[in-house]
T-cell receptor, first 118, second 115 residues
Framework: GAVVSQHPSWVICKSGTSVKIECRSL??????MFWYRQFPKQSLMLMAT?????????EQGVEKDKFLINHASLTLSTLTVTSAHPEDSSFYIC??????????????FGPGTRLTVT | AQTVTQSQPEMSVQEAETVTLSCTYD???????LFWYKQPPSRQMILVIR??????QNATENRFSVNFQKAAKSFSLKISDSQLGDTAMYFC????????????FGQGTRLTINP
């Protein structure tokens, strides 16, 4: 149980284009999804928190117009990197949890998406 | 503010040995949860063990156990009978039970199990 998928697992795009990453909870309903960015050999950096049906909450320093997050259903959240540049190249990871489950505060993570902007 | 600190960037032990990874944290919340996550070379984050702060008993999951010292704000992970598959980055994390309930991660410890 508690499986989270991400698609694509790896994407290359040209500078100036946009790319969309999907995060799905496969066997549970995710009231909340989180998006992280991870640089090589570093820890996870939280970018934003998205609650189903409402606007995402972005962490300080994260450009909301550049990283568009949509959480339209209880099983799907998307991250769109708009007008991507080489400095946006990174490993993006989503996680999900069901806030309605009492006492269950752990997050379940997707396998990540490696984005390379050329 | 919440902070999580892992002071051991890298560790290396022989297969079948026992290894302990250290973690300290700070939080202003009265109730919170602590976790150890494993990130193998595949980069998939895997939950290893969870500890509820209001429970005094240390959590155990097979070969993995924690030493939770609430007053010292310490949360170490012990891996017994280590296996080659335990080679991974290990992250300590904390979340409060109020507000945004975000996970705060430590810097990670790279653990290598040698044959």
């Amino acid at each position: 149980g508690a499986v989270v998928s991400q698609h694509p697992s790896w994407v290359i795009c040209k500078s100036g284009t946009s790319v969309k990453i999907e995060c799905r909870s496969l066997d549970f309903q995710a009231t909340t999804m989180f998006w992280y960015r991870q640089f090589p050999k570093q820890s996870l950096m939280l970018m934003a928190t998205s609650n189903e049906g409402s606007k995402a909450t972005y962490e300080q320093g994260v450009e909301k117009d550049k990283f568009l997050i949509n959480h339209a259903s209880l099983t799907l959240s998307t991250l769109t990197v708009t007008s991507a540049h080489p400095e946006d190249s990174s490993f993006y990871i989503c996680s999900a949890r069901d806030f309605r489950l009492a006492g269950r505060y752990e997050q379940y993570f997707g396998p990540g998406t490696r984005l390379t902007v050329t | 503010a919440q902070t999580v600190t892992q002071s051991q960037p890298e560790m290396s032990v022989q297969e079948a040995e026992t290894v302990t990874l250290s973690c300290t944290y700070d939080t202003s919340e009265s109730n919170y949860y602590l976790f150890w996550y494993k990130q193998p070379p595949s980069r998939q984050m895997i939950l290893v063990i969870r500890q509820e702060a209001y429970k005094q008993q240390n959590a155990t999951e097979n070969r993995f156990s924690v030493n939770f010292q609430k007053a010292a704000k310490s949360f170490s992970l012990k891996i017994s009978d280590s296996q080659l598959g335990d080679t991974a980055m290990y992250f300590c994390a904390e979340t409060g039970t109020q507000g945004a309930q975000k996970l705060v991660f430590g810097q990670g410890t790279r653990l290598t199990i040698n044959p």
